[in-house]
């Protein structure tokens, strides 16, 4: 399949590797294939991969050079890390643990987990936009809750959290409390600053900003202790125990930096691209969208609905016009039930059945937008007769 007879909108699933990440990784797999933990040189070359990406990505997150960084599988080993490792050690003082109701599966089953485990559990509606409820926050907060995780990015609708007023208010309710923050469709599409905001972990992944699949990591601020949850060779201070993979870690770093050079020109790009979608679907008469608004959501994504017509049937009918797009999360696509964030917003069965996601990376073209909405326009006429 050539790549210009497509129009590839499904960027939050996963993204195609930049060119210079590919040759990136294909140098290290030639010339730094040592164990880095090996004492000999070809050993300390592989150590030296590993250093620099994390100190590349504590940079792009304006984190303290005292702070770590551990690298894992991806975003979701990385929210495991964060809410077992902080969590499950002081379960046997039942801590109370609050997340909102919109976050990734890998947090949601997780708070689950725990929550039959003893913990105490509370959930946080969102507004209309996808927003969380800071009256409601605040009222589930108390002086003993112990952890927060909110995502700063929704991966379906798009929805920027407003993090520094949320860990404002947490830490008024309870100081104690430590905040993790699911940032993996936020890194590299929206400033991130741990240390203004006041994040004492987050997790990040390299497949949604052209790096490597299988990479990603956790950020931890200095003074957070965790207990791992796998165990082995003690690696990357016995939290995350396994052979390091230089390579991938080496092309995480290549894409954090392709991507953090002129952002605020590759931001406003993206943007364009999306007011010129919008502005197309908003023509077509059943289309209603469902992404928040322009100053509260990243321009990478467009969540709309098309009343009438089922989104898997829209989807497969775009797919065969050469444009791909997705009915929401990748990772819940095996398990087809009702968007359980489109949910939490209040939008009813009809309306959540036929939403689409379009979604866009720094490869995305002026022609792929063109493609894709010139498609929907004509799959939604077919369809709806």
Known sequence: MKMNNIAYLDNSSTTRQFDEVTETVADL????????????????????VIKSAKNTVLESIKADSGDDFIFTSGGTEANNLAILGYVRPKLSRRPHIVT??????????VFKTLESEGAVCSYVGVDENGIIDLEELSSVLNEKTEFLSVMLVNNEIGSVQPIEKIIKIAKGKSPRAKIHADGVQAFCKIPINVKKAGIDMLSISGHKIHAPKGIGGLYIKKGVTLKPFMYG????????????????IGGFEKAIKINMENFDAKAARIKELRNMIISELQKIDCCRINSGDNENSVPSIINASFMGIRSETLLHALEAEGVYVSTGSACSSNHPELSHVLSA?????????????????????????????????????????
């Open 233 to 248: 060779g003690h690696q990357q201070k016995n939290l995350r125990s396994g052979t390091e993979n230089p390579p991938a």
């Open 345 to 385: 917003m209040g939008y009813d069965k009809k309306r959540i059945d036929s939403a689409i996601r379009l979604s866009m990376s720094l490869y995305t073209c002026e022609d792929e937008v063109k493609k894709a909405v010139c498609a929907i326009r004509k799959c939604v006429e077919k369809l709806s007769i």
């Open 100 to 109: 909102t109701k919109i976050e990734h599966p890998s947090v949601l089953e």
């Open 29 to 48: 797999c030639r010339k730094t294939f040592g164990n880095p933990s090996s004492l000999h040189d070809l050993g300390m070359d592989a150590e030296k």
